[in-house]
């Protein structure tokens, strides 16, 4: 008998190209069968999840989440961060290394992603580029690598000298993984704590500015074609969570030169702008900072127009008291597994008209593409049986005291989510349902 | 008296702070400025003993995150004039040398009896903190390079006192029409800067605000309607009725090189630039000064000055503050 057998739904598969009604079968972790409404009629199964008037779809792939384990379980433990994964419709995670200690090294990297952990989701990592993070020496990325690293990032901190960047990006496209950089020019951002513009002028802050992040990117695009011409290798570069106009459009340059560059955007990124801080609220602040209009606006053409591969949260928990502190002295980020898919149907399906199937490619496809991740990202017969179901038509408001996340640091609580995750399942394993879980809050 | 609208104390109560807060001068709407100046009128006319009684028993403290003369004096001494208990807290001198957080130490306060904080903080916004965590009225005393409001009404104060044909008028929006204020030097730094550029238009002036780009960046023009950038001292003198000049805030100037001789030859307010351009403008300064950097001595001592006028307005103005902290509507129960 099989273990999970999904009738009557809509599946969404951009990888394979399908978008119609279909009914799928899982055995063994795996997606055994896709057939047409009344293919499987014959089909015996341990569990039938009826998705009638349902999207079902590849389980989403977040490639920058940050669980704080090792070191700051008090913000998020693999085992919290991954519920809340689960509940957002995520079926793989890739954690950032700036863990206490920094994840760069093999026995580090086996105990993160080591089964004792407890992740319900399945948990990959992205190793610290530099030992520390200290941005001076890279790390084994040929043991790494073999013990599972997906690519590379100091992120929080970008890569700062371009001896090290660029021997980062020569070591990784041996190996054919991507760089990961955080692009953020910290000799122009020391003590900035938000955009700069006339908000943070008003609120007396002190401002990153947009050249603080192309500067970066743009030495990083520099540092890529210096690599082709004189190594003849093809390295990847992946700019994390882009957030300035100015940034987006270097990418859609270097991506037109033929480069292999990559780039996410935040949903915080194309929802929200620096007038979010309102009166001081640390729930918005993160780094990069949200800002102006035209940059969000940038975002949401750089999603639209392809110059983004993929959405990634940035789900950064921080406790509350660190949060409850003046604005300055506050910690960087957000919260955001459990909101993305909300604010992405919303703003780009139901705001900007961008398909469901456009929406699934920047969350599982193309960012599973991103790391390599083999059979996930889609729902192609033999891939992994990793599936969200959800009602792509309910609206909801997000409550943050509802979060499977040990932290609550949303700039987003009470905020309209279209799109309601219904069940995640992971490698056949149902990891999140929504009438049970709720009935038990 | 102009009565407290109840609109006015539920607005800032529906942003979840207590009434009688003064956090910014941004959402003080002009009839509860014209409240705040008639209530100063009214305590500074008062005998002494009659204002004893008025905040008698009650309970005041003082929290100072950075130093601090006129204000933590003026404020100290107005809250005893009203009859109040004061405790001043200073963070060279208790548990935040410890690391106690913002929230801690205010709940701390409250739990000791304190009614109402008076805030002075080196980081932009920390009185909101305060006002949340507390639920207490809280005064902002300075906070970074955010605000410092009840230097801008007492500034207001100051104003209308001193310039021709200004007093005893009704204060609404347009009571400063046909007044340019300068304000020179370093308005990046500067709280009292923000908050006069965003109080003073909304009573019809127009400021002209001035320095070099290193201290005023285009964005200040963001603070709101009625405020101008002139790069040109000498040109914004010759429109000014009042010219409020700022100290170069060496403390918070981290990593900008600034060639001071050049600056004291463009922005220095001395004696031949005031008669040359402004012979009859109102010289300010919130104080602290440097004399012979921004503003020559003889300026500062000489019959245009305005400045030890300022702080006597910053003791009256700040008595009111006190009572609207501590009364529940407004100055209405105290009303004599």
Known sequence: ?441 | MTSMTPSVHSAVESAGYAAGSLLTVADLPVVEVAAILAATDRFEQMVSTDRARTLAGRRIALLFYESSTRTRTSFELAAKSLGAITTLVSDKSSSIEKGESLKDTGLTLRALGAECIILRHANSGAPYLLARSTGLPVLNAGDGMHEHPSQALLDLRTILARLPGLRGRLINGRTLEGVTVVITGDILHSRVARSNAMLLPRLGAEVLLCGPKELLPEEALGLGEGVEIERDFDKALKRAQVVMMLRIQQERIAGLELDLADYILRYQLNEERLSACAPSALVMHPGPMIRGLEISGEVADGPNSAIEEQVRHGLAVRTALLVRALSADGFASVTV
């Open chain 1, 1 to 441: 008998m099989s273990d999970i057998l999904i009738l009557n739904g809509r599946l969404v598969d951009p990888a394979s190209g399908v978008e119609a009604e279909r009914d799928l079968l899982v055995r063994r972790g795996r997606v055994a069968a896709v057939e047409a409404p009344g293919g499987l009629r014959e089909a015996k199964a341990k569990e039938v999840i009826d998705a009638a008037g349902m999207i079902v779809a590849p389980g989403l792939v977040d490639i920058h989440v940050h669980l704080r384990e090792p070191g700051q379980t008090y913000k998020e433990s693999i085992a919290t961060g991954t519920a809340a994964a689960a509940a957002g419709g995520f079926t793989s995670v890739v954690a950032m290394p700036n863990t206490v200690p920094v994840n760069d090294s093999v026995a580090g990297l086996q105990w993160m992603v080591d089964a004792a952990r407890g992740a319900c989701v399945k948990l990959f990592a992205m190793p610290a580029a530099t030992f520390g993070s200290m941005g001076e020496e890279i790390t084994d990325f040929h043991e790494l690598q073999r013990a599972g690293a997906v690519g590379f990032t100091d992120d929080g901190k970008p890569v700062l000298h371009d001896r090290v960047m660029r021997e980062a990006l020569v070591a990784a496209a041996g190996i054919g993984v991507p760089v990961s950089q955080h692009a953020e020019d910290t000799r122009l951002t020391g003590g900035c704590s938000m955009n700069a513009g006339p908000v943070a002028f008003r609120l007396g802050l002190r401002g990153m500015t947009v050249e603080a992040e192309a500067l970066i990117v743009e030495r990083d695009i520099r540092l890529l074609k210096d690599i082709e011409r004189s190594e003849r290798l093809r390295a990847h570069l992946h700019v994390q969570h882009v957030s300035t106009a100015r940034a987006m459009s270097l990418i859609r340059t270097a991506k037109a030169e033929g480069l292999h560059v990559t780039c996410e955007v935040a949903p915080h990124h194309f929802t929200l702008t620096d007038e979010a801080v309102g009166d001081y609220d640390t729930n918005a602040k993160m780094n990069p900072p949200l800002r102006a209009e035209a940059d969000r606006l940038a975002m949401i053409a750089g999603l639209m127009d392809g110059t983004v591969d993929c959405i990634a949260t940035d789900h950064a928990p921080h406790a509350r008291f660190e949060k409850e502190q003046e604005f300055e002295r506050a910690p960087n980020g957000i919260t955001g597994l459990e909101t993305a898919l909300g604010l992405a149907l919303r703003v780009l399906h139901k705001g900007q008209g961008m398909t469901v199937s456009r929406v699934m490619a920047l969350m599982s496809a193309q960012p599973a593409g991103i790391v390599s991740l083999e059979g996930r990202g889609t729902l192609k017969v033999g891939s992994f049986a990793d599936v969200v179901v959800f009602d792509s038509a309910a609206e909801w408001s997000f409550e943050a005291k509802r979060s499977r996340s040990k932290s609550r640091n949303t700039p987003f609580d009470g905020a309209g989510m279209v799109g309601r995750v219904m069940a995640t399942i992971c490698e056949g394993r149902v990891v999140y349902r929504y009438a049970a879980a709720e009935a038990k809050r």
